[in-house]
């Protein structure tokens, strides 16, 4: 039998859901007014995805990116590096020229973090604090 490879999950901190609720609250008063902005529900609940499902999956064979309704898988050898854009995004580069944004990772406060999952693989070289 073989034993599972362990796969470092970075997402976003799960209080985030908090603001989730606080926002379907506030909805209440002005959806109860009519049938039709029932529909206000629809922002509380894509925020709630995005902030439960976001993230990146790192493991043994690769870097899993996940949106709130999609996932995008990119093995290591298909890795040529990390990108930091405006704002501080933080974009895999692929060796085809292609780039996916890390969602929820913020360059410099989480190159640590993502170093360190990597196993060293994204040559992320390591900040002092």
Known sequence: MTEATPVTR???P???LVAVVVLVVCTIPLASVSPWLLLLFALPAAIGAY???SGVDLDAEGIEVRAAFGSTRVPWGAVA???VRSRG???LQRRDGTAV???VLRSPRDLPRLHEASA???GVPEVEH
């Open 89 to 91: 995004e933080l974009w």
């Open 120 to 122: 060293g693989r994204l």
């Open 101 to 103: 944004r890390l969602p």
């Open 14 to 16: 799960r209080s985030a």
């Open 81 to 83: 590096g990390l990108q």
């Open 51 to 53: 902030v439960w499902r």
């Open 10 to 12: 970075l997402r976003m």
